[in-house]
């Protein structure tokens, strides 16, 4: 079974700084995904950004990007240039690739990191 | 775009009554989910579903079952609603071919008394 942790509960961070939110996994797969969900207080979960574990490069966004330590079994979320738009529970997730069967399409999410932007 | 819909934001029910929540997806997405949203506890999956009448349980399926008899909704039904299932429940769906994207509903918000 895999697991997610989110070490961090909440964070805040000043308008237009930086901040980093961590993620660390485990599992005994060698094909996964790893995503990061944002939900805006009282509005709809959505997909940031998402990396394959076979990709060594790391998966950006435009302001979002991720460090992948796959040997780490990492998954960092930054935000650069932080908005009052980005303050929302922010959720790392993992999910199998290419596993046969209907469980493979299971997603586990941390407990979440509620992430507050400061005027 | 794709939506999800979900039949109410927010439902107050009474302990023993039989609780139904509805989500609908407009993209006829094949594979369904319901998770459960709990302070601290992120989200767990209860049931899914990869087709018509077809369904799986999740992580945390005591006290629920689902009900897929079309493929663009996907019910999860509380037989006798107890106070420990006030919680959030989100839906969301995929599509085969594009597992690794899922897209959720909006909520909702279920108090029992």
């Known amino acids: 079974a895999q697991t997610v942790t989110q070490s961090q509960p909440e964070m805040s961070v000043q308008e237009a700084e930086t901040v980093t939110l961590s993620c660390t996994y485990d599992?005994?797969?060698?094909?996964?995904?790893l995503f990061w969900y944002k939900q805006p207080p009282s509005r709809q979960m959505i997909l940031v950004i998402r990396?394959?574990?076979?990709?060594?490069q790391n998966a950006t966004e435009n302001r979002f990007s991720v460090n992948f330590q796959k040997a780490a079994k990492s998954f960092s979320l930054k935000i650069s240039d932080s908005q009052l738009g980005d303050t929302a529970m922010y959720f790392c997730?993992?999910?199998?690739?290419?596993?046969?069967?209907?469980?493979?399409?299971?997603?586990?999410f941390g407990k979440g990191t509620k992430l507050s932007v400061i005027p | 775009d794709v939506k999800v819909t979900q039949s109410s934001r927010y439902l107050v029910k009474r302990t023993g009554e039989k609780v139904f929540l509805e989500c609908v997806q407009d993209?006829?997405?094949?594979?369904m989910f319901w998770y459960r949203q709990d302070p601290g506890l992120g989200l767990r999956l209860i049931y899914f579903?990869?087709?018509?009448?077809?369904?799986e349980k999740g992580d945390i399926p005591e006290g629920y079952s689902v009900s897929r008899e079309k493929k663009e909704r996907f019910s999860l039904i509380l037989e006798s609603a107890s106070t420990n299932q006030t919680s959030m429940y989100l839906c969301?769906?995929?599509?085969?071919?594009?597992?690794?994207?899922?897209?959720f509903g909006p909520g909702t918000r279920l108090l029992v008394l």
């Open positions: 599992t005994s797969e060698n094909n996964y995904y």
């Open positions: 997730a993992f999910m199998k690739h290419g596993a046969s069967g209907a469980g493979s399409y299971q997603l586990t």
């Open positions: 993209m006829d997405h094949e594979n």
């Open positions: 969301a769906s995929s599509i085969i071919g594009e597992e690794e994207t899922q897209y």
């Open positions: 990396q394959e574990a076979y990709k060594q």
């Open positions: 579903s990869y087709d018509v009448k077809m369904k």
